[in-house]
């Protein structure tokens, strides 16, 4: 019994995350992936080698 409910709870997070996800705009997915890559490329270890 405490499995099923276990799985029912993950199956519940997992729609919320996906309604969550659906919910932005191709536009700021497009910004947000922009603002991550710039963060990512400006902590690189790969710039402070050189």
Known sequence: MAGLAG???????????ERRRRAYTPEEIRARLRDRHA???SNSPADEAG
């Open 39 to 41: 963060e990512a490329s």
């Open 7 to 17: 799985v029912a709870a993950s199956g519940v997070v997992i729609a919320r995350a």
